[in-house]
């Protein structure tokens, strides 16, 4: 299986890309694959075509996976989530390809993404670590206003359309900046994200997502501005019942979820 973006075929078709086995050869060539995941940063240049700076990311089974037998490996999940991401006008990776290698049973074997670079990206953790580690500067509180509002909308889009990241940490959250505008978020690596709008999961899910977000904040946010960010969440003014018992609730499955990690906050 191969999919690849129109926009981004001509320049596969003049680089001869066109299978499953010569587009891990231009990428990975003869790299070996570490702990199961192969990343690389690339220039894709062709004759006639722009060059294009993407990541490639490859997953690799040494043993034939039953886990992923009648459903979408890893990489083919993640292209389709950037694909709901840009329907809800959420700023994701730019989609380039992805591929699977099956055995004759189905069972997976190898599986990428390739995604465009977004160039100066920086982790939202290492991007307030470097440009806004406090609030003591009207500055710093600047960026860190605009990140939480940003972070808190993207959030609330996603949970209101029904969609749950999984994996909602800070690391899948870049950061882009050209001062003196505001910075702009981006979601990155969602692999295991899905809609669920009916099922009684929801609740959880939710709380999974919004827990990820504060298990980071603890660390790199005062009190307020978590509380802050619960309002922007929510879209209220002021901590209203609802955002207490959210509040808690968000509390408690850190607690509970990562007991390593907690610090009575």
């Known amino acids: 299986m191969l999919e690849i973006e129109s926009s981004y075929q001509p320049v596969f078709a003049e680089l001869g890309l066109n299978s499953f086995e010569a587009v891990t050869a231009f990428f990975a060539g003869d790299q070996r694959v570490t702990g199961g995941v192969l990343l690389r940063a690339k220039q894709l240049e062709a004759p006639g075509c722009s060059s294009v700076s993407v990541f490639f990311k490859l997953y690799h089974h040494d043993s034939p996976s039953w886990a992923f037998f009648g459903r979408r490996s890893k990489a083919r999940c993640e292209y389709r989530n950037y694909a709901a991401f840009a329907g809800l006008q959420i700023p994701c990776a730019e989609r380039v390809a992805c591929g699977e290698l099956r055995d004759h049973w189905g069972r997976l074997r190898r599986a990428f993404i390739i995604t465009r670079e977004l160039p100066g990206a920086l982790t939202l953790i290492d991007f307030v670590a470097r440009h806004c580690p406090s609030g003591k500067l009207p500055a710093a509180r600047k960026l860190r206003h605009a990140l939480r509002r940003q972070v808190a909308e993207m959030t609330r889009r996603m949970h209101r359309a029904g969609f749950y990241h999984h994996d909602w940490v800070w690391r899948n959250i870049l950061v882009t900046w050209n ?80 007991p390593e990690d907690w610090p009575g906050r």
């Open 179 to 258: 001062p003196p505008g505001e910075p702009k978020i981006w979601c990155i690596d969602c692999p295991r994200g899905q809609f669920d709008r009916w099922s009684p999961r929801q609740t959880r899910r939710r709380l999974k997502d919004l827990a990820s977000l504060d298990k980071s904040a603890v660390k790199f946010c005062t009190l307020g501005e978590r509380v802050a960010f619960m309002r922007d969440y929510l879209g209220v003014r002021r901590l209203d019942s609802t955002a207490k018992r959210l509040l808690r609730a968000v509390r408690e499955y850190r607690r509970v979820r990562w």
